[in-house]
């Protein structure tokens, strides 16, 4: 099983929302990341944490806050967006520590703030 | 910080070979990747490289040389299905992170 589940798959959120985004792998992944990415662009990392801890914040604004429940699962918690916050949200994972090899990603939620 | 370059499009023919090159500079290299990404979808996996030499899996090859802060993905025999997006992507230092180079949109011709 290689599998990140995303859900939803896509969300249309007012500025004034809370939301939430769901990350779930069961590969026994340590680390866990959240990329953001607009058209034609590459992904941009966010967030990662490793061994549920947060390791990395990309100085992402605080109207994003991330979460990890435990190793399996990572939230990403939305609050007063901005429409230029539109974007695909990808999670990924991969081992973690000193075996770290390829990070896999989920199929993304396609954010639209109105 | 990271500098990650490739080319912004490249064009090739059905068929044929295609190489596409991304350069970096990094502080505390630690693995380089090659994904895959038609539009609209999630990127995907192709290959990893974190020593030196030539790793081959089937049609797509990936290189890296870390003293020339280089690496290209060779893809052969090419087929339509393969336009898409290269995003060659460095993992630095040892907080896992992974960053993404701008991408290499390939367009096949018949």
């Known amino acids: 099983d290689t599998e990140v589940t995303q859900t939803p798959k896509h969300l249309v959120m007012g500025m004034t929302n809370k939301k939430s985004l769901k990350c779930e792998q069961h590969m026994g992944h340590r680390a866990m990341y959240w990329y953001k990415q607009k058209a034609k662009k590459p992904p941009e990392l966010m967030f990662v944490y490793s061994y549920e801890k947060l390791s990395i914040n990309e100085s992402v604004p605080s109207r994003f806050s991330p979460e990890c429940p435990n190793s399996s699962l990572l939230n990403l918690h939305l609050h007063a967006l901005q429409p230029e916050d539109s974007a695909l949200y990808l999670c990924?994972?991969?081992?973690?520590?000193?075996?770290?090899?390829?990070?896999?990603f989920g199929q993304g939620t396609r954010l639209t703030v109105v | 910080g990271q500098n990650i370059d490739q080319p912004t499009e490249m064009t090739a023919t059905e068929g044929a070979i295609v190489q596409i090159n991304c350069t970096y500079q990094t502080s505390g290299f630690n693995g380089l990747f090659w994904y895959q990404q038609h539009a609209g979808e999630a990127p995907t996996f192709l290959s990893y490289?974190?020593?030196?030499g030539l790793e081959e899996k089937g049609r797509f090859s990936s290189f890296l040389s870390r003293s020339k802060g280089y690496s290209y993905l060779l893809l052969k025999e090419l087929q339509m299905k393969d336009s898409a997006s290269y995003l060659c992507?460095?993992?630095?230092?040892?907080?896992?992170?992974?960053?993404f180079g701008k991408g290499t949109r390939l367009h096949i011709l018949p």
């Open positions: 490289n974190v020593l030196d």
């Open positions: 992507a460095v993992r630095e230092g040892r907080d896992d992170k992974i960053i």
């Open positions: 990924a994972s991969s081992q973690g520590g000193h075996l770290n090899t390829e990070a896999f």
